[in-house]
């Protein structure tokens, strides 16, 4: 009588000896395939979970009121109101005074959560600046007229929970495209606003 022939287990290097060892060692497999899958939708539900609620937070955290109103102290300095169109949306106009003139700055800021402290959002942005001024009275190259320009936005804010005031320190480049035109240089400020 002949004997069997010998089988080699897939990925074990185990002689089996008979195909019914073979059998078995299948349906041990094929569970152990079927958990690591079980795992696996398991490990990305959770996972989806997990960034569907940091996303939740996020987004619930990305302001703290529709609309403030206040002053604006550095360059440029002057009045500062800031309204959110949705959560993390908003647009920032600046009424101004800046070297001897008026200019006006509109701009739209993208605002987030930092994730530690409640109420302190950071920001970024974008927009323009129109205006006139009159820099004779601080320079000998007199430079009056009319401008239009370019601005970039950065900064922090904090807005209180006990009180309804709001405190936001940027940073504004801003690039003069008529007018005194070129680089305007990083302007900055520090706006204190009264929180509807």
């Keep these: 009588m002949r004997a069997p022939p010998l089988i080699v ?3 074990t290097g185990r002689v089996l000896r008979s195909l019914g060892e073979r059998g078995v060692h299948d349906e041990e497999n094929k569970r152990h395939y079927n958990n690591e899958q079980i795992n696996l939708i398991s490990m990305k539900k959770a ?3 997990t960034i569907l609620a940091l996303g939740m937070a996020v987004a ?3 302001q703290d009121y529709k609309t403030a109103l206040g002053l604006r102290a550095g360059l440029p ?5 800031k309204h959110f169109v949705s959560q993390k949306n908003a647009f920032e106009g600046i009424l101004a005074s800046s070297w001897g003139g008026f ?5 739209y800021e993208n605002v987030h959560w930092t994730g530690k402290y409640p109420g302190l959002n950071w920001f970024w942005g974008f927009g ?3 205006g006139f001024w009159d820099n004779s009275p601080y320079y000998t190259n007199v430079d009056v007229g009319i401008v239009i320009g370019a601005d970039f936005i950065i900064g922090l ?3 209180f929970d006990e009180i309804p005031l709001n405190l936001s320190l940027d940073l504004l480049p801003s690039f003069n495209i008529i007018g005194h035109s070129g680089w305007n240089g990083i302007n900055g400020g520090l706006s204190i606003r009264y929180v509807f």
Excluded: C, M, P, Q
């Design 9 to 11: 287990a897939k990925g």
């Design 103 to 107: 200019v006006i700055t509109g701009l």
């Design 47 to 49: 996972l989806f979970i």
């Design 128 to 130: 323009g600046h129109a």
């Design 60 to 62: 619930a955290n990305g």
């Design 77 to 81: 300095y002057g009045l500062t109101v």
């Design 157 to 159: 804010e904090y807005t």
